[in-house]
């Protein structure tokens, strides 16, 4: 019989915040659920709360970096698509300065994430041109 | 939300301004302001009493379209209750005046004493689940990180010898003002994570021009997404139930995200993916985990975050910052210092009605009003792949049209119509409801068969660089056979 085991974390979508439990077997969700001991919502979900992860195990996710090359996307290693975009992103800062460089941040990823990136943006390019969906 | 409301006031799109000073002046006529707390805790109420005078009932009426003895009602209720507050979202802010929105939200709550009291205060609700987060970390071209602004320059000295950097005083350039030197040919580059702007911002045949000018455009995100299609690298992301770390919700509370199955091929979190980017331009960032990175956080963000640890959280559930050292149980309620002896004061913002920038007129008489659906999350990268098997309200994009408009246009209910802006034009399903009212047509921008943005107005407001996605002139007619 497969296992089942169950992670309780925190639902991906809106600002409210509601505790899900997420139930997987074989690294497969099965199932999302409210977290009944969560403060927020006290086990209630909205549909894309309970039902909307499925995209999560889609065939369409991106899975290796991919470098435009005559117009086309051909897939890269991590080594060559970074050592690429340092390239690059190093040659524009010392051509046009730090502020022909910005950052879309993004609102959905964790706080530990975005810490990376305004220290990327900020430490690494020298630009304080970062912002996020906060405007739209 | 309307139909568990006591009173629903469906006012003219962009008219909220002239309802809520058409209110002041009521609650200050008839005496229902908190006096004591106004004469404590609030300055220059004076201005607000003369700003709010030109706002007579009548006149009100008129520019929102609602009957007279309800905006009365209105103002009576929230004034006298015992606590009342404020919840909004951008029904407020996507509007030209959409700070000035705000600032009138403030007037009203300062004027009642709404504020600093359990069940009182202005809650904006936000939209994505770490916006909050994203915000408080540093990710606006004014802050760092911990809500400081960038000029201060005790709290930059302190992260630069941190960081062992120095860092630029100056703001940034917000998302709006990037999309100005996109245009002008002045930004080079753009760096864009888990987000879709193509398809979300406004103007969109503009938008995608202007992305086409830049030299080079890294996306990082977990589907090749319409902006990750016309990228020059586009870079595999791990997304929720695979990354570990916190969010920061709507109400200031941290909670935990903890991975519960692998990621697919190569992808990574957004966190290592910057990381060995920086070492790889020589600035190396090595991080164990995202804990490691939580705890350079709380070092920067004392104030803030300083007795919140994933340990913590782990043991003990959420904890609402600020919350400073580990004894602290963490903040519920802000501002009940206007109510206590440390006597906190702020001032009145009086505000002017400002219509929407473009209005009805021959060649496109209807208003269109935009905003997102209730079963589809924003461009619906994500929300696509609900399976078949369940039921929901709507899967296509539909033009939400009133009976009575639709009649004088000869259009029914699930016909295909054309709607037209002076920026663009795009095909749809007409649907007929008087969840809105004549002359005024609700869409969304979820579906990407039926690009909503090509029609709104590429106006924003001033200060915020927020456009104004609530109103802009559209006509529809019937399809040509």
């Known amino acids: 019989m497969t296992e089942r085991h169950e992670t309780a974390t925190t639902c991906a979508y809106c600002g409210t915040g509601c505790g899900l439990i997420i139930e997987t077997e074989n690294d497969q969700i099965v199932r999302v659920r409210g977290d009944k001991s969560a403060p927020v919502n006290k086990g209630q979900t909205c549909i894309k709360g309970a039902l909307g992860y499925h995209y999560i195990h889609s065939e369409d996710r991106l899975t290796v970096p991919l470098i435009k090359k005559a117009g086309e996307f051909t897939e890269a290693s991590w080594e060559e698509a970074l050592s690429f975009i340092a390239d690059k992103l190093t040659g524009i800062k010392q051509q046009f300065g730090p502020d022909a460089f910005s950052m879309f941040a993004c609102a959905r990823t964790t706080n530990e994430a975005n810490f990376a990136t305004q220290k990327f943006t900020r430490a690494v390019m020298g630009s304080n041109n970062i912002d996020g969906c906060n405007r739209t | ?481």
């Open chain 2, 1 to 481: 939300m309307t139909k568990a409301a006591d009173q629903h006031l469906q006012i003219a799109v962009g008219s909220d301004i002239a309802l809520m000073n058409g209110m002041i002046k009521i609650i200050i006529e008839n005496g229902w302001y908190d006096e004591r707390f106004l004469t404590r805790s609030a300055i220059n109420f004076n201005d607000l009493k003369a700003q709010t005078a030109e706002y007579p009932l009548e006149k009100v009426a008129k520019i929102t379209g609602l009957e007279e003895k309800d905006i009365f009602a209105a103002a009576e209720t929230f004034a006298k209750a015992d606590r009342a507050m404020i919840a909004y979202t951008l029904g407020i802010t996507e509007h030209h005046c959409g700070v000035n929105n705000v600032f009138d939200i403030a007037n009203l709550s300062l004027l009642t004493g709404h504020i600093g009291r359990e069940g009182t205060g202005i809650m904006p609700l936000r939209g994505q689940n770490n916006v909050q987060g994203a915000g408080d970390m540093g990710c606006l071209p004014n802050m760092l990180t911990g809500a400081v602004p960038v000029s201060d320059d005790a709290y930059r000295n302190k992260i630069e010898s941190l960081w062992n950097v120095t860092l630029n005083p100056n703001p940034g350039r917000t998302q709006t003002s990037v999309l100005e030197q996109m245009e002008s040919g002045a930004m080079k580059s753009l760096y864009v994570i888990g987000e879709n702007p193509l398809v979300a911002d406004v103007h969109k045949n503009h938008t995608t021009e202007l992305f086409k000018n830049l030299d080079f455009l890294v996306v990082q995100d977990l589907f090749l997404t319409e902006t990750a299609e016309i990228a020059d690298v586009v870079l595999p992301a791990k997304g929720w139930a695979e990354s570990d770390g916190t969010y920061t919700n709507t109400d200031r509370r941290i909670q935990r995200v903890r991975p519960a199955v692998p990621a697919p091929g190569k992808a990574l979190d957004d966190w290592e993916i910057l990381c060995r980017l920086s070492t790889k331009m020589g600035y190396p960032m090595h991080y164990a985990d995202a804990g490691a990175i939580w705890e350079e956080v709380r070092m920067i963000a004392d104030h803030l975050y300083g007795g919140i640890s994933h340990a913590r959280l782990d043991n003990q559930g959420s904890i609402q910052y600020p919350c400073p050292h580990e004894d602290h149980p963490g903040t519920t309620l802000l501002h009940t210092e206007f109510h206590d002896s440390r006597g906190k004061t702020a001032p009145f913002t009086p505000v002017t009605y400002t219509a929407p920038v473009e209005l009805p007129d021959s060649e496109y008489p209807l208003t269109l009003t935009t905003g997102r659906r209730y079963e589809p999350y924003n461009t619906n990268t994500q929300t696509r792949y609900y399976p078949d098997t369940v039921k929901r309200k709507q899967t296509e994009e539909t033009a939400d049209i009133h009976p009575l408009t639709a009649e004088e246009l000869g259009i029914e209910d699930g016909e295909y119509v054309s709607v037209a802006s002076r920026r663009g034009e795009v095909t749809v399903k007409a649907r007929l409801t008087e969840e809105v009212q004549t002359d005024l047509v609700f869409m969304s921008f979820h579906w990407r068969e039926v690009p909503t943005n090509v029609l709104t107005i590429d106006e924003f407001d001033p200060i915020s660089g927020t456009a104004e996605y609530k109103a802009c002139a559209i006509r529809i007619d019937k399809l040509r056979q």
